[in-house]
T-cell receptor
Framework: KNEVEQSPQNLTAQEGEFITINCSYSVGISALHWLQQHPGGGIVSLFMLSSGKKKHGRLIATINIQEKHSSLHITASHPRDSAVYICAVRGANFGNEKLTFGTGTRLTIIP | NAGVTQTPKFRVLKTGQSMTLLCAQDMNHEYMYWYRQDPGMGLRLIHY???????AKGEVPDGYNVSRLKKQNFLLGLESAAPSQTSVYFC???????????????FGPGTRLTVT
Protein backbone atom coordinates (compact mmCIF):
# COMPACT_ATOMS: atom_id res chain seq x y z
CA LYS A 1 0.00 0.00 0.00
CA ASN A 2 1.37 3.41 -0.97
CA GLU A 3 1.95 5.88 1.82
CA VAL A 4 0.02 8.51 -0.15
CA GLU A 5 -3.20 7.64 -1.96
CA GLN A 6 -5.16 10.04 -4.16
CA SER A 7 -8.69 9.78 -5.47
CA PRO A 8 -10.03 9.87 -8.01
CA GLN A 9 -7.24 8.96 -10.45
CA ASN A 10 -9.08 10.70 -13.27
CA LEU A 11 -11.82 13.31 -13.14
CA THR A 12 -13.72 14.93 -15.99
CA ALA A 13 -16.14 17.76 -15.29
CA GLN A 14 -18.00 20.56 -17.02
CA GLU A 15 -16.78 24.12 -16.80
CA GLY A 16 -18.16 25.81 -13.71
CA GLU A 17 -18.45 22.67 -11.58
CA PHE A 18 -17.07 22.44 -8.05
CA ILE A 19 -14.14 20.03 -7.97
CA THR A 20 -12.84 17.96 -5.05
CA ILE A 21 -9.67 15.89 -5.12
CA ASN A 22 -8.78 13.75 -2.12
CA CYS A 23 -5.52 12.66 -0.57
CA SER A 24 -5.07 10.12 2.22
CA TYR A 25 -1.80 9.23 3.87
CA SER A 26 -0.72 6.56 6.31
CA VAL A 27 2.22 8.11 8.15
CA GLY A 28 2.67 10.94 10.59
CA ILE A 29 3.52 14.10 8.73
CA SER A 30 4.86 17.57 9.36
CA ALA A 31 3.36 19.07 6.21
CA LEU A 32 1.32 18.23 3.13
CA HIS A 33 1.86 19.77 -0.28
CA TRP A 34 -0.45 20.13 -3.26
CA LEU A 35 1.21 20.58 -6.62
CA GLN A 36 -0.07 21.12 -10.13
CA GLN A 37 1.52 19.57 -13.19
CA HIS A 38 0.58 21.32 -16.41
CA PRO A 39 -0.06 19.40 -19.64
CA GLY A 40 3.36 20.60 -20.83
CA GLY A 41 4.96 18.88 -17.84
CA GLY A 42 5.92 21.77 -15.59
CA ILE A 43 5.24 21.36 -11.86
CA VAL A 44 4.28 24.21 -9.56
CA SER A 45 3.58 24.21 -5.87
CA LEU A 46 0.02 25.29 -4.99
CA PHE A 47 -0.15 24.89 -1.23
CA MET A 48 1.79 23.71 1.74
CA LEU A 49 -0.23 23.13 4.89
CA SER A 50 0.11 21.44 8.23
CA SER A 51 -3.30 22.24 9.69
CA GLY A 52 -6.63 23.80 8.86
CA LYS A 53 -7.33 25.41 5.53
CA LYS A 54 -5.68 27.63 2.94
CA LYS A 55 -7.24 29.55 0.05
CA HIS A 56 -5.71 31.04 -3.05
CA GLY A 57 -8.10 32.44 -5.61
CA ARG A 58 -10.49 29.66 -6.62
CA LEU A 59 -8.41 26.95 -4.94
CA ILE A 60 -8.95 25.78 -1.38
CA ALA A 61 -6.93 23.15 0.45
CA THR A 62 -7.94 21.56 3.73
CA ILE A 63 -6.29 19.03 5.97
CA ASN A 64 -7.54 16.85 8.84
CA ILE A 65 -4.50 15.63 10.74
CA GLN A 66 -6.46 13.20 12.94
CA GLU A 67 -8.04 11.52 9.92
CA LYS A 68 -4.82 11.73 7.84
CA HIS A 69 -6.75 13.27 4.97
CA SER A 70 -6.56 16.35 2.80
CA SER A 71 -8.78 17.74 0.07
CA LEU A 72 -8.15 20.17 -2.75
CA HIS A 73 -11.21 22.06 -3.96
CA ILE A 74 -11.59 24.14 -7.10
CA THR A 75 -14.56 26.47 -7.31
CA ALA A 76 -16.02 27.63 -10.66
CA SER A 77 -13.72 25.30 -12.58
CA HIS A 78 -12.31 26.45 -15.91
CA PRO A 79 -10.67 24.56 -18.78
CA ARG A 80 -7.32 26.12 -17.82
CA ASP A 81 -7.57 24.15 -14.53
CA SER A 82 -7.04 20.97 -16.57
CA ALA A 83 -3.87 19.44 -15.17
CA VAL A 84 -2.57 16.68 -12.95
CA TYR A 85 -2.85 17.51 -9.25
CA ILE A 86 -0.32 15.85 -6.99
CA CYS A 87 -0.39 15.41 -3.24
CA ALA A 88 2.89 14.99 -1.37
CA VAL A 89 3.70 14.60 2.32
CA ARG A 90 6.72 15.40 4.42
CA GLY A 91 7.46 13.03 7.30
CA ALA A 92 7.06 14.07 10.90
CA ASN A 93 10.70 13.60 11.85
CA PHE A 94 12.40 16.87 12.69
CA GLY A 95 14.55 18.01 9.79
CA ASN A 96 12.96 15.60 7.34
CA GLU A 97 13.56 17.28 4.02
CA LYS A 98 12.12 14.61 1.71
CA LEU A 99 8.66 14.37 0.18
CA THR A 100 6.62 11.26 -0.64
CA PHE A 101 4.32 11.77 -3.60
CA GLY A 102 0.95 10.41 -4.64
CA THR A 103 0.43 9.28 -8.22
CA GLY A 104 -1.71 12.28 -9.08
CA THR A 105 -5.27 13.05 -10.17
CA ARG A 106 -5.76 13.95 -13.81
CA LEU A 107 -8.42 16.66 -14.06
CA THR A 108 -10.07 17.58 -17.36
CA ILE A 109 -12.52 20.48 -17.50
CA ILE A 110 -14.72 20.51 -20.58
CA PRO A 111 -15.94 23.90 -21.88
CA ASN B 1 15.10 35.28 -11.79
CA ALA B 2 15.18 32.14 -13.91
CA GLY B 3 14.19 29.92 -10.97
CA VAL B 4 15.22 26.31 -11.58
CA THR B 5 16.57 25.40 -15.00
CA GLN B 6 17.50 22.02 -16.43
CA THR B 7 19.62 21.06 -19.41
CA PRO B 8 19.07 19.34 -21.71
CA LYS B 9 15.29 19.24 -22.22
CA PHE B 10 15.36 16.08 -24.31
CA ARG B 11 17.95 13.37 -24.89
CA VAL B 12 18.10 9.98 -26.55
CA LEU B 13 20.87 7.62 -25.45
CA LYS B 14 21.91 4.17 -26.50
CA THR B 15 22.30 1.50 -23.83
CA GLY B 16 25.68 1.82 -22.16
CA GLN B 17 26.24 5.48 -23.00
CA SER B 18 26.81 8.05 -20.29
CA MET B 19 25.45 11.53 -19.78
CA THR B 20 25.09 14.30 -17.22
CA LEU B 21 21.97 16.30 -16.51
CA LEU B 22 22.52 19.78 -15.15
CA CYS B 23 20.24 21.57 -12.72
CA ALA B 24 20.80 25.20 -11.80
CA GLN B 25 18.91 27.47 -9.41
CA ASP B 26 19.33 31.17 -8.73
CA MET B 27 17.28 31.41 -5.52
CA ASN B 28 20.16 30.67 -3.13
CA HIS B 29 18.41 27.49 -2.00
CA GLU B 30 20.28 25.11 0.27
CA TYR B 31 18.41 21.95 -0.68
CA MET B 32 18.29 20.39 -4.14
CA TYR B 33 16.65 17.20 -5.37
CA TRP B 34 16.57 14.92 -8.38
CA TYR B 35 13.37 12.98 -9.11
CA ARG B 36 12.22 10.66 -11.82
CA GLN B 37 8.62 10.45 -13.00
CA ASP B 38 7.29 7.31 -14.67
CA PRO B 39 3.75 6.57 -15.92
CA GLY B 40 1.42 5.45 -13.14
CA MET B 41 3.92 6.23 -10.42
CA GLY B 42 4.46 9.22 -8.25
CA LEU B 43 7.63 11.25 -8.39
CA ARG B 44 10.45 9.23 -6.87
CA LEU B 45 13.51 10.73 -5.26
CA ILE B 46 16.82 9.65 -6.76
CA HIS B 47 19.37 11.72 -4.80
CA TYR B 48 19.28 14.95 -2.88
CA UNK B 49 21.61 17.49 -1.36
CA UNK B 50 21.24 19.61 1.77
CA UNK B 51 24.13 21.91 0.93
CA UNK B 52 27.19 22.51 -1.19
CA UNK B 53 29.49 19.51 -1.14
CA UNK B 54 26.89 17.13 0.35
CA UNK B 55 24.74 14.49 -1.30
CA ALA B 56 22.51 11.68 -0.07
CA LYS B 57 20.65 8.74 -1.56
CA GLY B 58 16.93 8.86 -2.09
CA GLU B 59 14.45 6.13 -2.87
CA VAL B 60 15.86 4.94 -6.23
CA PRO B 61 19.60 5.82 -6.36
CA ASP B 62 20.98 2.79 -8.22
CA GLY B 63 22.56 3.58 -11.58
CA TYR B 64 22.89 7.31 -10.82
CA ASN B 65 25.54 9.54 -9.30
CA VAL B 66 25.33 13.18 -8.28
CA SER B 67 27.58 16.06 -7.38
CA ARG B 68 27.00 19.45 -5.74
CA LEU B 69 30.29 21.30 -6.19
CA LYS B 70 28.59 24.70 -6.26
CA LYS B 71 25.54 25.72 -4.26
CA GLN B 72 23.58 26.69 -7.34
CA ASN B 73 24.24 23.53 -9.38
CA PHE B 74 23.25 19.91 -8.89
CA LEU B 75 24.43 17.38 -11.47
CA LEU B 76 22.91 13.97 -12.12
CA GLY B 77 25.05 11.43 -13.93
CA LEU B 78 24.24 8.19 -15.65
CA GLU B 79 27.45 6.22 -16.10
CA SER B 80 26.02 3.40 -18.21
CA ALA B 81 22.48 4.08 -19.32
CA ALA B 82 19.89 1.30 -19.33
CA PRO B 83 16.40 1.20 -20.90
CA SER B 84 14.94 1.13 -17.36
CA GLN B 85 16.25 4.67 -16.95
CA THR B 86 13.93 5.96 -19.65
CA SER B 87 11.94 8.54 -17.74
CA VAL B 88 11.26 12.20 -17.19
CA TYR B 89 13.71 13.71 -14.73
CA PHE B 90 12.86 16.69 -12.56
CA CYS B 91 15.14 18.78 -10.46
CA UNK B 92 13.80 20.79 -7.53
CA UNK B 93 15.18 23.10 -4.89
CA UNK B 94 14.03 24.53 -1.59
CA UNK B 95 15.14 26.64 1.33
CA UNK B 96 16.60 24.83 4.27
CA UNK B 97 14.59 24.04 7.34
CA UNK B 98 12.52 27.04 8.27
CA UNK B 99 9.14 27.34 9.88
CA UNK B 100 8.46 30.44 7.86
CA UNK B 101 9.47 29.13 4.49
CA UNK B 102 8.32 25.62 5.08
CA UNK B 103 10.30 23.61 2.52
CA UNK B 104 8.22 24.59 -0.52
CA UNK B 105 9.94 22.99 -3.49
CA UNK B 106 10.49 24.76 -6.79
CA PHE B 107 10.69 22.49 -9.81
CA GLY B 108 12.59 22.68 -13.05
CA PRO B 109 10.86 22.05 -16.40
CA GLY B 110 12.03 18.45 -16.68
CA THR B 111 14.30 16.43 -18.95
CA ARG B 112 12.79 13.69 -21.08
CA LEU B 113 15.35 10.89 -21.46
CA THR B 114 14.94 7.88 -23.69
CA VAL B 115 17.40 4.99 -23.57
CA THR B 116 17.22 2.61 -26.51
Amino acid sequence: KNEVEQSPQNLTAQEGEFITINCSYSVGISALHWLQQHPGGGIVSLFMLSSGKKKHGRLIATINIQEKHSSLHITASHPRDSAVYICAVRGANFGNEKLTFGTGTRLTIIP
Amino acid sequence: NAGVTQTPKFRVLKTGQSMTLLCAQDMNHEYMYWYRQDPGMGLRLIHYSVGEGTTAKGEVPDGYNVSRLKKQNFLLGLESAAPSQTSVYFCASSYSESLLRGYEQYFGPGTRLTVT
